[in-house]
């Protein structure tokens, strides 16, 4: 997802060794829900992606969106409805939620309590703050402080087997000194902290996707599938991604648990759109 979206959703051998002494706790979840595609890394859909289409018609998105073959969702906005009625609707169409995109007041005080108890109901173990500006990340002092509430918070969610992260844009790559923002968070936060590279976001903002995905290994339990360049509206496997160093990457450094689709732009439909996307990602071998 890309900068616009504040409005709607208001920490190598030692990282290593800490992703290892982790997966006690991460790991069996992480199995169970790689049996959904079998050897083969799960590929959900952020639903933002067809949002216009999820405020007119949730049900009816769920059903087509799995019958596309993807085995996951990842929300964005609930559309009005409870976690109950949302659990209901992915078990209907043998779906998983494979993550959520929420702001990090939601995660603070007596939020935490409400979001994890919602979260729960929904099988999803990934809480992801969708976004942070200047106000959280503009200097050394604020990105540093901030990475101490994420530690501070995944040292919470380990008892709830559950995990909180953060979302690339663009933005995130804006450099203080000689290192970007990206850089400095994920370098001051601990392991337990998801980095949710999203390779599109990152490289239009300048980033390096493969260089942080190497830096920070068993830091990307979810990575966003995002295209970058090609043509107006290009999907997945249409533009300049180097989508083979992106995917061997995530399959042995990485740890990456799910790959979820994210697609801003379209040639035609949102929903031909991300049909399109995974479509590529099988012949891709995905």
């Known amino acids: 997802m890309d900068c616009?979206?504040?409005?709607?959703?208001?920490?190598?051998?030692?990282?290593?060794?800490a992703w290892a002494a982790g997966t006690t706790v991460y790991g069996a979840e992480g199995r169970r829900r790689r049996k959904v595609a079998?050897?083969?890394?799960?590929?959900?859909?952020?639903l933002y992606s067809v949002r216009k289409e999820c405020e007119k018609d949730l049900p009816g998105v769920l059903k087509a969106v799995a019958e596309m073959g993807y085995q996951g969702v990842e929300f964005a906005g609930y559309y009005?409805?409870?976690?109950?009625?949302?659990k209901k609707l992915l078990d209907e169409n043998k779906l998983v939620c494979?993550?959520?995109?929420?702001?990090?007041?939601?995660?603070?005080?007596?939020?935490?309590?409400?979001?994890?108890?919602?979260n729960k109901t929904l099988g999803n173990p990934y809480l992801i703050v969708s976004y942070m500006g200047d106000d959280r990340l503009g200097t050394a002092e604020k990105v540093e402080a901030t990475a101490k509430i994420?530690?501070?918070?995944?040292?919470?969610?380990?008892?709830?087997?559950?995990?909180?992260?953060?979302?690339?844009?663009?933005?995130?790559?804006?450099?203080?000194?000689?290192?970007?923002?990206?850089?400095?968070?994920?370098?001051?936060?601990?392991?337990?902290?998801?980095?949710?590279?999203?390779i599109g976001n990152c490289?239009?903002?300048?980033?390096?996707?493969?260089?942080?995905?190497?830096?920070?290994?068993?830091?990307?339990?979810?990575?966003?599938?995002?295209?970058?360049?090609?043509?107006?509206?290009?999907?997945?496997?249409?533009?300049?991604v180097k989508w083979a160093e992106v995917f061997q990457l995530c399959e042995t450094t990485g740890k990456t648990e799910w790959y979820i689709v994210?697609?801003?732009?379209?040639?035609?439909?949102?929903l031909d759109s991300v049909k399109k996307c995974i479509e590529n990602l099988r012949k891709m071998g995905k």
Do not use: N
């Open 4 to 17: 616009s979206r504040r409005e709607l959703l208001k920490w190598g051998a030692a990282a290593t060794a």
């Open 38 to 46: 079998g050897t083969k890394i799960p590929i959900g859909l952020q």
């Open 80 to 86: 009005g409805r409870e976690a109950e009625e949302l």
């Open 98 to 118: 494979c993550g959520t995109h929420i702001g990090l007041p939601t995660l603070l005080g007596d939020e935490l309590a409400k979001t994890v108890a919602f």
């Open 150 to 198: 994420f530690t501070k918070l995944a040292g919470k969610l380990k008892a709830e087997k559950m995990r909180v992260g953060y979302h690339a844009h663009g933005g995130d790559f804006k450099t203080i000194g000689d290192r970007t923002r990206w850089d400095l968070f994920f370098s001051a936060a601990g392991p337990d902290v998801v980095m949710q590279m999203d």
């Open 203 to 240: 490289l239009g903002g300048g980033g390096d996707p493969y260089a942080m995905l190497r830096k920070f290994p068993g830091r990307s339990a979810t990575v966003h599938l995002k295209e970058h360049g090609g043509k107006p509206g290009a999907v997945v496997g249409e533009g300049d």
């Open 262 to 270: 994210e697609q801003e732009a379209y040639a035609g439909g949102p």
